[in-house]
């Protein structure tokens, strides 16, 4: 089967239609700024509850994890406590996080929570290679539902049985922690470059909500991503 593709236009022309993205793209990027702007000048809240968490090095407070630093970017990993396995979504967002050393010369922590119990978290994290960030376990207590990303109900409208993805951000004042920052469903896109990088391509996500020409390649979105160790040759 061949696939159609974009007109063959002189370098000329190529050049001229490339400069009007740009335009478009720099007025975009300027938004962006704009709304990064607003985002740091958000109100925020105070966190009281004494959530306790289970990582590699044991038991660990909220303040535990931003390991001494001023900011902590919580990534709320879809991993309930009978589930066998991760969320492929946010597989997709850890496989494309980058080393923290960048993060932590600007005093900023990234981790990730799940309810799903300490071994079965690590179990996963060895499967799919990743050597950070650190995973912490929430299984026994209420971080989860007081964040908005557990429900009760199983069923819940846009959850995976109860479970929702998310990031929190957090800011240390000593001993006082606030929440400043929560963001969910395509939201977290913001974390992975995955995304990104297909969005720079001529078929882009090759997903049925995307605007592209008639004839582009396209699947429903959600059906076709995959864990790194599930996609065939």
């Given at each position: 089967?061949?696939?159609?593709?974009?007109?063959?236009?002189?370098?000329?022309?190529?050049?001229?239609?490339?400069?009007?993205?740009?335009?478009?793209?720099?007025?975009?990027?300027?938004?962006?700024?704009?709304?990064?702007?607003?985002?740091?000048?958000?109100?925020?809240?105070?966190?009281?509850?004494?959530?306790?968490?289970e990582g590699?090095?044991?038991?660990?407070?909220?303040?535990?994890?931003?390991?001494?630093?001023?900011?902590?970017?919580?990534?709320?990993?879809?991993?309930?406590?009978?589930?066998?396995?991760?969320?492929?979504?946010?597989?997709?967002?850890?496989?494309?996080?980058?080393?923290?050393?960048?993060?932590?010369?600007?005093?900023?922590?990234?981790?990730l929570v799940?309810?799903?119990?300490?071994?079965?978290?690590?179990?996963?994290?060895?499967?799919?290679?990743?050597?950070?960030?650190?995973?912490?376990?929430?299984?026994?207590?209420?971080?989860?539902?007081?964040?908005?990303?557990?429900?009760?109900?199983?069923?819940?409208?846009?959850?995976?049985?109860?479970?929702?993805?998310?990031?929190?951000?957090?800011?240390?004042?000593?001993?006082?922690?606030?929440?400043?920052?929560?963001?969910?469903?395509?939201?977290?896109?913001?974390?992975?470059?995955?995304?990104?990088?297909?969005?720079?391509?001529?078929?882009?996500?090759?997903?049925?909500?995307?605007?592209?020409?008639?004839?582009?390649?396209?699947?429903?979105?959600?059906?076709?991503?995959?864990?790194?160790?599930?996609?065939?040759?």
């Amino acid at each position: 089967m061949t696939l159609p593709m974009p007109p063959i236009v002189s370098e000329e022309e190529w050049h001229r239609a490339l400069n009007e993205q740009i335009a478009r793209e720099k007025a975009h990027t300027r938004e962006r700024d704009r709304l990064n702007a607003a985002r740091r000048r958000l109100p925020m809240t105070e966190v009281r509850a004494d959530y306790v968490f289970e990582g590699p090095q044991g038991e660990a407070t909220l303040l535990d994890l931003f390991e001494g630093r001023r900011q902590l970017i919580v990534y709320h990993f879809m991993f309930g406590p009978d589930w066998e396995a991760g969320c492929d979504g946010c597989s997709w967002v850890v496989d494309a996080m980058t080393h923290p050393a960048h993060l932590n010369a600007r005093n900023t922590t990234l981790v990730l929570v799940s309810r799903a119990p300490l071994e079965k978290l690590q179990r996963y994290q060895a499967r799919m290679g990743w050597q950070h960030p650190t995973w912490f376990s929430s299984l026994n207590g209420s971080f989860n539902q007081d964040m908005g990303v557990t429900s009760g109900n199983c069923h819940a409208p846009d959850t995976d049985r109860g479970e929702r993805h998310g990031i929190s951000v957090f800011l240390r004042d000593g001993e006082r922690v606030f929440r400043t920052y929560f963001s969910g469903k395509r939201g977290v896109e913001y974390l992975g470059s995955l995304w990104t990088y297909l969005d720079l391509t001529p078929y882009g996500r090759q997903e049925t909500w995307e605007e592209s020409p008639p004839g582009w390649p396209q699947t429903p979105p959600y059906v076709w991503n995959r864990r790194h160790d599930e996609y065939e040759a």
